[in-house]
C-alpha cells in the first residue's frame, strides 16, 4: 500500500512540475527563439507552440517506448488517446459552461476538425496490422508538415493568430484561479529559475534544460504509473488514459477557460482540437521514428486488442463537438453540461470495463 501512495504522489508532483515547467520556461524560451528566427506567427503556432503545449505528452510517449524494452509503450499511446477525449470533451465543454457558451468561426473550426479526422483516420490505418513500420511513422511527421501548410495558406487564419499569444499568457492566472496554489507556483518556479534561467534571456540553455527535465519528468511520470497500476491490480494504459490524460491536459485546459472568459471561443476550440491533431500525427509519430532509427527496428508491435474502440471513441467525440458547434454556431453552456457528463461516462467506462480505450 506504501508503494501505491508514493506512487500516486509521485504522478501528482511530477504532473504539477510539468505544467510550471511548460508553461513556465519551456514555451517561453520556444518564443523567443521563433522570435529571433523571424518566424511568422503562423508557424511558430503550429509547430514550436504546439510542440510546448504537447511536450508532456510527447515526452511520456518516448519515455514509455524506451523503457523496459518497449514493454509498456501502450502508456504513452493511451495518454495521448485518453488526452485527446479529455481535451474535445472537457476543454471545449468546461470552457463553455464557464462562459456562459461560445461563439466560433465555424469554417476555421471546420478546417481544424476536419483534419484531426484525419490524423484519426492515419492512426487507424497506422495501426490496423498491430505494426508500425518507419515509413508509417514518418508519414505522421510529413502529414503535419501538410497541416502547417494549410494553416500558413489559409486566409482566415490572420484573426486567429493574433490571439495566439494571448493563450499562453493565459495559462498562468487561469491555474492561479483554479488550483489556488499561487504560492507553492511560485516556489518551484523559483526553483526552476535557478536551474533555467530566464528564459527570455538565457532561451537557448533554458530550452536544454527544459527538455532535459520533461525528459527526466516523464519518465518518473512513466516508472510511478507502472508501480501504481499494479498496486491498484489495473492495467497501465488505463491509469494513463485517466489520470496521466488529464493531468498533462491540465494547463490546455486552464489557458482555453481564461481565453474563454475573454469571449474568444474560436481559440478554446483550436487550442484544444489543434493539440489533438499534434499529438496523434507528432506525439506518436516522432518517438517511433526516433525509436525506429536508433534500434535498427523494421517495425514496432502495438497492441490493438481495443483498437476499434479508441477510434470509434475518437470520432464520435469529435462528432459530437462539431454537431454542438454547427447548429448555432457556437457551444452554449447547456451543451457543455452535455459534453462534461460524457466525459464522466467515459472514465466510468473505462475504470469499470478493466480494458483500454
Given at each position: 500500500?506504501?508503494?501505491?501512495?508514493?506512487?500516486?504522489?509521485?504522478?501528482?508532483?511530477?504532473?504539477?512540475?510539468?505544467?510550471?515547467?511548460?508553461?513556465?520556461?519551456?514555451i517561453p524560451s520556444l518564443?523567443?527563439?521563433?522570435?529571433?528566427?523571424?518566424?511568422?506567427?503562423?508557424?511558430?503556432?503550429?509547430?514550436?507552440?504546439?510542440?510546448?503545449?504537447?511536450?508532456?505528452?510527447?515526452?511520456?510517449?518516448?519515455?514509455?517506448?524506451?523503457?523496459?524494452?518497449?514493454?509498456?509503450?501502450?502508456?504513452?499511446?493511451?495518454?495521448?488517446?485518453?488526452?485527446?477525449?479529455?481535451?474535445?470533451?472537457?476543454?471545449?465543454?468546461?470552457?463553455?459552461?464557464?462562459?456562459?457558451?461560445?461563439?466560433?468561426?465555424?469554417?476555421?473550426?471546420?478546417?481544424?476538425?476536419?483534419?484531426?479526422?484525419?490524423?484519426?483516420?492515419?492512426?487507424?490505418?497506422?495501426?490496423?496490422?498491430?505494426?508500425?513500420?518507419?515509413?508509417?511513422?514518418?508519414?505522421?511527421?510529413?502529414?503535419?508538415?501538410?497541416?502547417?501548410?494549410?494553416?500558413?495558406?489559409?486566409?482566415?487564419?490572420?484573426?486567429?493568430?493574433?490571439?495566439?499569444?494571448?493563450?499562453?499568457?493565459?495559462?498562468?492566472?487561469?491555474?492561479?484561479?483554479?488550483?489556488?496554489?499561487?504560492?507553492?507556483?511560485?516556489?518551484?518556479?523559483?526553483?526552476?529559475?535557478?536551474?533555467?534561467?530566464?528564459?527570455?534571456?538565457?532561451?537557448?540553455?533554458?530550452?536544454?534544460?527544459?527538455?532535459?527535465?520533461?525528459?527526466?519528468?516523464?519518465?518518473?511520470?512513466?516508472?510511478?504509473?507502472?508501480?501504481?497500476?499494479?498496486?491498484?491490480?489495473?492495467?497501465?494504459?488505463?491509469?494513463?488514459?485517466?489520470?496521466?490524460?488529464?493531468?498533462?491536459?491540465?494547463?490546455?485546459?486552464m489557458a482555453s477557460v481564461?481565453?474563454?472568459?475573454?469571449?474568444?471561443?474560436?481559440?478554446?476550440?483550436?487550442?484544444?482540437?489543434?493539440?489533438?491533431?499534434?499529438?496523434?500525427?507528432?506525439?506518436?509519430?516522432?518517438?517511433?521514428?526516433?525509436?525506429?532509427?536508433?534500434?535498427?527496428?523494421?517495425?514496432?508491435?502495438?497492441?490493438?486488442?481495443?483498437?476499434?474502440?479508441?477510434?470509434?471513441?475518437?470520432?464520435?467525440t469529435t462528432l459530437v463537438?462539431?454537431?454542438?458547434?454547427?447548429?448555432?454556431?457556437?457551444?452554449?453552456?447547456?451543451?457543455?453540461?452535455?459534453?462534461?457528463?460524457?466525459?464522466?461516462?467515459?472514465?466510468?467506462?473505462?475504470?469499470?470495463?478493466?480494458?483500454?480505450?
Amino acid at each position: 500500500m506504501g508503494d501505491v501512495f508514493l506512487s500516486l504522489a509521485a504522478i501528482l508532483v511530477s504532473v504539477f512540475v510539468l505544467a510550471i515547467l511548460t508553461d513556465k520556461f519551456f514555451i517561453p524560451s520556444l518564443d523567443e527563439i521563433s522570435r529571433r528566427l523571424k518566424l511568422s506567427d503562423e508557424v511558430a503556432g503550429a509547430s514550436l507552440m504546439a510542440i510546448g503545449s504537447s511536450a508532456p505528452e510527447l515526452a511520456i510517449a518516448l519515455m514509455a517506448l524506451f523503457t523496459a524494452g518497449g514493454a509498456h509503450s501502450d502508456v504513452g499511446i493511451g495518454t495521448i488517446v485518453g488526452s485527446a477525449v479529455f481535451n474535445i470533451l472537457v476543454i471545449t465543454g468546461l470552457s463553455a459552461v464557464v462562459a456562459g457558451g461560445l461563439h466560433i468561426h465555424i469554417f476555421a473550426v471546420g478546417r481544424d476538425i476536419v483534419y484531426y479526422l484525419i490524423s484519426i483516420l492515419y492512426l487507424g490505418l497506422v495501426f490496423f496490422d498491430g505494426h508500425v513500420s518507419l515509413i508509417e511513422a514518418v508519414l505522421g511527421l510529413v502529414g503535419y508538415v501538410v497541416y502547417m501548410v494549410v494553416l500558413i495558406t489559409w486566409k482566415n487564419l490572420a484573426a486567429d493568430a493574433d490571439e495566439a499569444p494571448a493563450a499562453n499568457q493565459a495559462s498562468e492566472p487561469a491555474r492561479a484561479k483554479i488550483a489556488g496554489w499561487h504560492h507553492l507556483e511560485a516556489l518551484v518556479e523559483t526553483i526552476l529559475r535557478r536551474i533555467t534561467g530566464a528564459p527570455d534571456k538565457n532561451f537557448l540553455w533554458a530550452f536544454v534544460v527544459s527538455i532535459a527535465l520533461i525528459v527526466l519528468l516523464s519518465y518518473i511520470l512513466v516508472e510511478a504509473t507502472i508501480i501504481f497500476s499494479a498496486g491498484i491490480g489495473m492495467p497501465p494504459v488505463i491509469v494513463a488514459l485517466t489520470l496521466l490524460a488529464a493531468g498533462t491536459s491540465a494547463p490546455d485546459l486552464m489557458a482555453s477557460v481564461e481565453v474563454a472568459r475573454e469571449g474568444r471561443g474560436g481559440m478554446a476550440v483550436a487550442n484544444a482540437v489543434g493539440s489533438n491533431t499534434f499529438d496523434l500525427l507528432v506525439g506518436l509519430a516522432l518517438p517511433w521514428t526516433i525509436a525506429l532509427s536508433l534500434l535498427g527496428l523494421s517495425g514496432i508491435d502495438v497492441a490493438t486488442g481495443d483498437l476499434w474502440t479508441s477510434i470509434g471513441i475518437l470520432v464520435a467525440t469529435t462528432l459530437v463537438l462539431f454537431g454542438f458547434l454547427w447548429t448555432e454556431r457556437g457551444l452554449s453552456r447547456r451543451e457543455g453540461w452535455a459534453l462534461l457528463l460524457l466525459y464522466a461516462a467515459f472514465v466510468v467506462y473505462t475504470l469499470t470495463s478493466g480494458t483500454a480505450v
